[in-house]
């Protein structure tokens, strides 16, 4: 079992930064490929970014590319999602998760575990 927390979403305007955390239980944190998904209100989940096991593969979705980087941190358990020059189109509740064997994956249904999600709401 792996519990996933989410933290660092909030109200930010057009142009404006914020960095959201995930920290994971496990031992074995620093074996799995985690993710960032996002899911704006009506819309379905989509994914944001991925990072594999060390040394730390990253992908990202086209939407985000320049402006979002995802990060781990093995000896925290901890993956981040830095998130830059947002825009109101990034509105959405954001989701770590984590894929406890194989590569990393665009597809959430390959994911094992999931966090409660953390809201990012970006005015104009």
């Known amino acids: 079992q792996v519990q996933l927390v989410e933290s660092g979403g909030g109200l930010a305007q057009a142009g404006d930064s914020l960095r959201l955390s995930c920290v994971g239980s496990?031992?074995?944190?620093?074996?799995?490929?985690m993710s960032w998904f996002r899911q704006a209100p009506g819309r379905e989940r989509n994914f944001v970014a991925a990072?594999?096991?060390?040394?730390?593969?990253?992908y990202y979705a086209n939407s985000v590319k320049g402006r979002f980087t995802i990060s781990r941190d093995n000896a925290k358990n901890t993956v981040y999602l830095q998130m830059n020059s947002l825009k109101p189109d990034d509105t959405a509740v954001y989701y770590c998760a984590t894929k406890t064997t194989g590569r990393a994956s665009l597809f959430q249904g390959e994911y094992d575990y999931w966090g409660q999600g953390t809201q990012v709401t970006v005015s104009s």
């Open positions: 990072i594999s096991r060390n040394p730390g593969l990253t």
């Open positions: 496990g031992r074995t944190f620093s074996t799995y490929a």
